[in-house]
């Protein structure tokens, strides 16, 4: 791999821990069922400041870290992309975003 790849993989896994899956389901939030599945919930995302590296679930703090940037970063730089593959299903950001009631 070339350095511009492995950073390319470095922003994909980050933005993974994010992203949810076809399930709803974002590893950052580990079993939480709230923020699968709960209309009024699924949709936050909590930035962590340590990861687990078996499952990806959020540890330590639960508010803005120094590295958010980065992250939100990656997921900009993916966004930006056609589509993101990711484990499971190919994610492409919604064209408009849905209303809440």
């Not at 390319?8 to 933005?15: H, I, K, N, T, Y």
């Not at 939480?32 to 679930?57: I, M």
């Amino acid at each position: 791999m070339t350095l511009l790849q492995v950073s390319q993989e470095l922003c994909r896994r980050v933005a993974l821990l994010f992203l949810p899956d076809k399930n709803g389901h974002r590893p950052c939030h580990g079993d939480s069922e709230a923020y699968t599945k709960d209309p009024h919930w699924n949709q936050l995302v909590l930035f962590y400041e340590y990861f687990c590296g078996e499952t990806g679930r959020g540890c330590g703090a639960s508010h803005q870290t120094g590295w958010t940037a980065i992250a939100i970063r990656c997921l900009d730089k993916l966004a930006k992309a056609d589509n993101i593959v990711t484990i499971g299903h190919t994610y492409r950001p919604d064209p408009e975003p849905q209303e809440r009631s």
